[in-house]
């Protein structure tokens, strides 16, 4: 029905989570770059934020499926 219809196209159009995907992509490249340089301390900061964020794409995924 309506709610299934609602639930596919949540599923495939859902900016949010394509954001957090960006995020943790994005997030990930700057640790590793950060811990390549020897920078622990901004690795450690990103790393955090990447644990947030695989956190709410978690959230996110199990919201509409």
């Given at each position: ?7 596919i196209k949540w599923q495939n159009e859902c900016l949010p ?49």
């Amino acid at each position: 029905g309506k709610y299934n219809e609602w639930k596919i196209k949540w599923q495939n159009e859902c900016l949010p989570l394509k954001d957090v995907e960006y995020w943790i992509k994005d997030t990930k490249e700057i640790a590793d770059l950060a811990d390549d340089e020897g920078d622990k301390i901004t690795s450690d900061i990103f790393n955090g934020y990447l644990k947030e964020y695989q956190k709410l794409e978690w959230m996110l995924k199990s919201y509409v499926e």
